[in-house]
């Protein structure tokens, strides 16, 4: 009777734990919401950034590197030839296609005199296929501002790059990233792309990546606009040759160098599908976690976040039933972590335009984030990484 008595106060001990760390939990999401008014009080770039006299825009050089998109790459080029911006140059590097990338950006360009085609055919040794398919690109732009984009990018609003090159010159700003609207066409995009971009709010805060007097540094790919100066100052695309994460280098690097950095949500701007299908999903979001987190302690602790913080209150509701007599303060304990868990989720679900009910999925997806955070972690034990047909030791 007193060893089932000792055991009784054992596990009562540990569901005090348990209960007040649910409640832990549930404070800590509360707090999000917090977060959540930060971001949606945060300027976004809109259609009316563009307003203004068109001879007061500098000349602006537009440039896409394009590996086997032989889907994308027109689509691509006919968007940003579509925007409203009188003194436009866009440069397409063709990087070692195999596919029909190449004609694509012939036909594009022998209708079009504003686009330039560049073929390259051999990716020197020290270098990421795409920096140097940018660098290349490089040698032949003539812009006073350059953007950096992607060929997956599909472009909605003419006025993108105008709004864009005038809210930089207006804010005194050095480099600009313009977040997309992420396409989700699949079960498994909707489940895991938004517990994956909230790993990355949570390292990259925007009221934070967008103060000079913070060192966290952020930006996205698909949309970097620089002045040329800025550029040059960053070294250009040999100082981050190497990097399969060049935005994340760029950023990190300009903030460094005393740079003004910016980072804007362009809602309805533009828009790009990073990843169709589950296993494109897991090798994509890998490859960023490892480049973006970078050390083997932030992963850990994203493993931490991910299990405790997203996983945890849902199981616990789940175990409640088999806990016997201590089963109904957990159950409540998690039930209540859950709500305040999905008021939340729910609110940025919205803001990153998923529809909310996909909340609903969201330890499905936080699961599968965990999943592939521990494998972004085997990169730190000499796992290669292989991206768009290029093996690379690691993926820094």
Not at 2 to 15: G, I, K, P, R, T
Request: aromatic share 10%; hydrophobic share 45%.
């Amino acid at each position: 009777m007193v060893l089932a008595f000792l055991d009784f106060v054992v596990q009562l001990s540990w569901a005090s734990v348990w209960f007040w760390l649910l409640g832990l939990i549930g404070l800590v999401w509360a707090r999000r919401h917090l977060q959540l008014n930060r971001a949606d009080s945060e300027p976004i770039l809109s259609p009316a950034d563009a307003a203004g006299a068109d001879d007061a825009l500098p000349k602006l050089t537009v440039l896409v590197a394009a590996k086997d998109e032989e889907a994308n790459i027109g689509r691509c080029l006919r968007g940003l030839l579509a925007q409203e911006y009188p003194n436009l140059e866009v440069i397409a590097s063709n990087d070692r296609s195999e596919d029909r990338t190449g004609e694509i950006i012939d036909e594009v360009a022998g209708r079009d005199p504003r686009l330039k085609a560049v073929h390259v055919t051999h990716l020197p040794e020290g270098w990421a296929g795409k920096n140097h398919a940018m660098h290349q690109g490089m040698q032949r732009a003539g812009g006073d501002y350059l953007c950096f984009t992607d060929a997956d990018c599909r472009f909605h609003a003419p006025e993108l790059l105008a709004a864009a090159v005038r809210f930089a010159r207006r804010e005194n700003v050095d480099f600009l990233s313009v977040l997309p609207d992420l396409e989700a066409d699949t079960f498994w995009e909707r489940v895991v792309q938004p517990p994956a971009g909230a790993i990355m709010v949570f390292w990259f805060p925007p009221e934070k990546v967008n103060n000079p007097n913070s060192p966290r540094a952020y930006a996205n790919g698909a949309f970097m606009l620089m002045s040329r100066p800025a550029y040059d100052t960053l070294g250009g695309h040999e100082q981050v040759k190497t990097a399969l994460n060049e935005d994340m280098h760029f950023a990190r690097r300009a903030k460094e160098l005393g740079l003004r950095l910016r980072v804007l949500r362009g809602t309805g701007m533009y828009s790009v599908r990073m990843y169709a299908g589950l296993r494109q999903i897991w090798n994509g979001w890998s490859r960023i976690f490892y480049c973006c987190f970078g050390t083997l302690p932030r992963l850990l602790v994203s493993v931490i976040f991910l299990s405790v913080f997203s996983v945890l209150p849902t199981l616990s509701l789940l175990a409640a039933p088999f806990l016997g007599p201590l089963g109904p303060g957990i159950a409540i304990a998690a039930g209540l972590t859950c709500v305040i868990q999905q008021t939340v989720l729910w609110r940025f679900y919205a803001l990153s335009r998923t529809p909310p009910a996909w909340a609903l999925t969201w330890v499905l997806g936080a699961g599968l984030c965990l999943a592939i955070t521990l494998n972004a972690m085997t990169r730190h034990f000499g796992v290669k990484t292989r991206w768009r047909g290029t093996t690379y030791q690691g993926g820094t």
